[in-house]
Nanobody, 125 residues
């Protein structure tokens, strides 16, 4: 079992930056990929970014490419999402997720087994 806790969300203005953190506890978190997803009100949850266990491979959703960067520090069991040039359309609850079995780089929600409760990001115009 893995427990994930997100933090770092808040209210910012368009153009600002935020860094989200996802801290894990429990079983072997460091050997599995981690993904970030977000869900805006009345919208489907969408893929934001993912990182392989060693940070050697990453993937991004089209809407955040070039603005967001995912990284991880396995010594701290923490994955980060650096969000720059934020836009009002980035407003959502952001979730991190971890796989229980698959070590590949994963971008689909169905591939993730453990989820945090999310952190709210609100970007004002």
């Amino acid at each position: 079992q893995v427990q994930l806790v997100e933090s770092g969300g808040g209210l910012v203005q368009a153009g600002d930056s935020l860094r989200l953190s996802c801290v894990a506890s429990g079983r072997s978190f460091n050997v599995f990929p981690v993904g970030w997803f977000r869900q805006a009100p009345e919208k489907e949850r969408e893929f934001v970014a993912a990182i392989k266990w060693n940070g050697g491979a990453t993937a991004y959703g089209d809407s955040v490419k070039g603005r967001f960067t995912v990284s991880r520090d396995n010594s701290k069991s923490t994955v980060y999402l650096q969000m720059n040039s934020l836009k009002p359309e980035d407003t959502a609850v952001y979730f991190c997720a971890s796989s229980a079995f698959n070590t590949k780089l994963l971008t689909a929600q169905a591939d993730y087994n453990y989820w945090g409760r999310g952190t709210q990001v609100t970007v004002s115009s």
